[in-house]
């Protein structure tokens, strides 16, 4: 511990006067997104207040949405392990948050957006982590042709099963949240009058929003081109994710702070299920190798590298050891057989033997059934507004509706569920107890 204090990097002394000679003359951040040019699907309702501003709103929206508290029982990376002090979905989008406006608070950006995007990310994300996610993704599209993807399913959940009136501004960084595609410079896409998506639009300066005194047409023409991505993604799975860029500075702090916020804490985690002996076998030597390290390294890199920016940039050291860090995680702990073996060849399975009794019973409109009793009736009582026009929940697609059941579920719940429905299975998860290194 002693050598990675040695490694923590400290603001640039240039940029450090000039972010207290700016703090001093109060100055305003111009490319930060401002309360004013948000957009709502519907703009009659959710007017801000004093007290209740804007992206306030949407934060709490979902923080007090049904599905929120399952965050606290998803797998971030380890599934079967009794042990609190692992982490799970829960703890990881509250240090995405927590990252994202530290980061976001020095550069002058408007950080509630950044908590609301950050805290809204993975409410869409399946039980069993990636792997789950992986699993649903591959039944969906063998029966309907679209993708699954976590980041997708979050705008669905808080934009069409609970109609929370979300903003496009944390709509859009919650699509373009995706950790998984690193990059050393975000610029963000600004929604444009006349573009016909997101991810078509060439990258522009992020000041250039429209004034929100265009009101409703230019609000109704952004949803346009944030659902015409939505459906891109759906259709052509990670050719389009690939291509997302976020809207804002805010979504691309956020997207960087998703990196950040899992690449040491996984170390973490795996040291404490003792699947590595400690951070010192990794060998990013910019960032650092253990948790604290590399939060502040990176941040300090970040904000050196962005201030004033109409960018977010990494140096090409940092970013070259953001990569490195991020491909020993592969190799060393995320395939490693124990986290993935028992998925692959246990929960994969159990996946597609529920998949097909749900999908059976909805088709079937068992009214009796569990996707009916504990989804289509808690949908029901929960969801938002919604107009005459629209389908009910229930008449929708059976395979969209079990997916949206499948991805809504604990690690728990689902495995209370499958042996629910299937008592003689033999496939049964064994769990890592705390007291494994006593037998």
Same mark, same amino acid.
């Given at each position: 511990?002693?050598?990675?204090?040695?490694?923590?990097?400290?603001?640039?002394?240039? =940029?450090?006067?000039?972010?207290?000679?700016?703090?001093?003359?109060?100055?305003?951040?111009?490319?930060?997104?401002?309360? +004013?040019?948000?957009?709502?699907?519907?703009?009659?309702?959710?007017?801000?207040? *004093?007290?209740?501003?804007?992206?306030?709103?949407?934060?709490?929206?979902?923080?007090?949405?049904?599905?929120?508290?399952?965050?606290?029982?998803?797998?971030?990376? $380890?599934?079967?392990?009794?042990?609190?002090?692992?982490?799970?979905?829960?703890?990881?989008?509250?240090? =995405?948050?927590?990252?994202?406006?530290?980061?976001?608070?020095?550069?002058? @950006?408007?950080?509630?957006?950044?908590? +609301?995007?950050? *805290?809204?990310?993975?409410?869409?994300?399946?039980?069993?982590?990636?792997?789950?996610?992986?699993?649903?993704?591959?039944?969906?599209?063998?029966?309907?042709?679209?993708?699954?993807?976590?980041?997708?399913?979050?705008?669905?959940?808080?934009?069409? @099963?609970?109609?929370?009136? &979300?903003? *496009?501004?944390?709509?859009?960084?919650? @699509?373009?949240?995706?950790?998984?595609?690193?990059? #050393?410079?975000?610029?963000?896409?600004?929604?444009?009058?006349?573009?016909?998506?997101?991810?078509?639009?060439? #990258?522009?300066?992020?000041?250039?929003?429209?004034?929100? +005194?265009?009101?409703?047409?230019?609000?109704?023409? $952004?949803?346009? #081109?944030?659902?015409? %991505? =939505?459906?891109?993604?759906? %259709?052509?799975?990670?050719?389009?994710?690939?291509?997302?860029?976020?809207?804002?500075?805010?979504?691309?702090?956020?997207?960087?702070?998703?990196?950040?916020?899992?690449?040491?804490?996984?170390?973490?985690?795996?040291?404490?299920?003792?699947?590595? %002996?400690?951070?010192?076998?990794?060998?990013?030597?910019?960032?650092?190798?253990?948790?604290?390290?590399?939060?502040?390294?990176?941040?300090?890199?970040? &904000?050196?590298?962005?201030?004033?920016?109409?960018?977010?940039?990494?140096?090409?050291?940092?970013?070259?050891?953001?990569?490195? +860090?991020?491909?020993?995680?592969?190799?060393?702990?995320?395939?490693?057989?124990?986290?993935?073996?028992? @998925?692959?060849?246990?929960?994969?399975?159990?996946?597609?033997?529920?998949?097909?009794?749900? *999908?059976?019973?909805?088709?079937?409109?068992?009214?009796?059934?569990?996707?009916?009793?504990?989804?289509?009736? $808690?949908?029901?009582?929960?969801?938002?507004?919604?107009?005459?026009?629209?389908?009910?929940?229930?008449?929708?697609?059976?395979?969209?509706?079990?997916?949206?059941?499948?991805?809504?579920?604990?690690?728990?719940?689902? &495995?209370?569920?499958?042996?629910?429905? $299937?008592?003689?299975?033999?496939?049964?998860?064994?769990?890592?107890?705390?007291?494994?290194?006593? #037998?």
């Amino acid at each position: 511990m002693n050598e990675e204090k040695t490694m923590y990097k400290k603001l640039l002394p240039e =940029v450090q006067e000039q972010i207290e000679r700016d703090r001093a003359n109060n100055t305003v951040n111009p490319y930060r997104f401002n309360d +004013a040019d948000a957009v709502r699907r519907d703009p009659t309702r959710d007017k801000a207040n *004093l007290w209740r501003t804007t992206f306030i709103r949407d934060t709490e929206k979902i923080l007090h949405l049904p599905v929120y508290n399952r965050y606290a029982d998803k797998t971030q990376v $380890f599934s079967f392990y009794k042990n609190d002090d692992i982490t799970r979905r829960a703890l990881h989008v509250q240090l =995405v948050s927590r990252i994202s406006r530290t980061i976001g608070a020095v550069l002058g @950006l408007n950080t509630d957006l950044i908590e +609301a995007i950050a *805290l809204g990310h993975d409410i869409g994300h399946t039980p069993f982590g990636h792997a789950g996610e992986r699993f649903l993704s591959e039944l969906l599209h063998k029966e309907t042709g679209l993708y699954f993807n976590h980041n997708v399913h979050s705008v669905r959940v808080l934009d069409t @099963l609970f109609r929370r009136n &979300i903003t *496009l501004q944390t709509l859009d960084g919650i @699509l373009c949240h995706n950790g998984e595609f690193e990059q #050393q410079k975000y610029i963000p896409r600004p929604f444009r009058e006349g573009s016909s998506s997101s991810t078509s639009s060439s #990258q522009a300066d992020s000041a250039d929003v429209p004034d929100a +005194a265009d009101g409703v047409p230019y609000a109704a023409g $952004f949803f346009q #081109q944030f659902d015409a %991505t =939505v459906n891109d993604c759906y %259709t052509q799975g990670d050719a389009a994710i690939k291509k997302l860029v976020p809207s804002t500075l805010e979504g691309c702090v956020v997207r960087i702070c998703d990196m950040i916020a899992y690449l040491g804490k996984d170390r973490q985690d795996a040291a404490r299920a003792h699947l590595i %002996t400690d951070e010192t076998q990794f060998t990013s030597h910019e960032i650092g190798t253990a948790n604290a390290a590399i939060i502040n390294n990176l941040t300090v890199d970040i &904000i050196n590298n962005s201030y004033g920016k109409n960018y977010i940039l990494m140096s090409p050291e940092y970013y070259n050891d953001l990569k490195t +860090a991020k491909k020993e995680n592969y190799e060393k702990i995320y395939l490693a057989p124990t986290v993935s073996s028992e @998925l692959d060849t246990l929960v994969k399975p159990m996946f597609s033997k529920l998949y097909y009794k749900l *999908l059976d019973d909805i088709t079937k409109k068992d009214k009796r059934s569990t996707i009916w009793k504990h989804h289509i009736e $808690f949908m029901c009582e929960n969801t938002g507004w919604y107009t005459e026009s629209d389908t009910p929940y229930e008449e929708t697609d059976p395979n969209m509706i079990t997916a949206d059941y499948i991805a809504s579920m604990t690690d728990d719940y689902f &495995i209370d569920l499958y042996e629910f429905l $299937f008592p003689k299975d033999k496939m049964t998860v064994q769990y890592k107890s705390y007291f494994e290194d006593m #037998q």
